[in-house]
């Protein structure tokens, strides 16, 4: 079982893990060892609550296709076990990024008096500007 918050959790088996072998450089051991894992979660099977299931659809992300399946390769470590704790952690990450709602932003205006200061400053400093020209008598 897989702990987002207190309050979400995802069962083992709405998770679907492969190990897979890892691509790149590693000797004659990357062409023996699946190490690698392919961490793949439907967002729509899942048991997540339906707002986050919306936010998770409607985001940007290039590691959730057009079918609305989550894929995370997880190949940093010449591990399996590491490998998985990377890719659960990555989806958790996901996941989690999406329980935060982001706070209205409410427009504001400036005040009377920073308007009157701001006034005050330009006058004052077109004399200063005024002063500078050549003086005619």
Request: proline share 2%; hydrophobic share 35%.
């Amino acid at each position: 079982m897989l702990v987002i918050t207190p309050h979400i959790t995802l069962a083992d088996d709405e998770i679907k893990l492969t190990a897979i072998r890892a691509q790149g450089a590693g000797g004659q051991n990357v062409n023996k060892l699946s190490s690698a894992i392919h961490l793949r979660f439907d967002i729509n099977a899942s048991s997540l609550p339906e707002l986050f299931k919306q936010r998770l659809l409607s985001r940007q992300d290039h590691r959730i296709n057009n079918m609305g399946i989550i894929i995370i390769k997880a190949q940093q470590y010449r591990t399996q076990e590491k490998n998985r704790a990377d890719a659960l952690e990555r989806l958790k990450q996901i996941i989690k990024s999406v329980t935060v709602s982001q706070k209205a932003r409410r427009a504001t205006s400036p005040s009377k008096n920073a308007k009157k200061k701001r006034t005050d400053n330009k006058t004052q400093r077109g004399q200063l500007k005024k002063l500078r020209g050549k003086l005619t008598e």
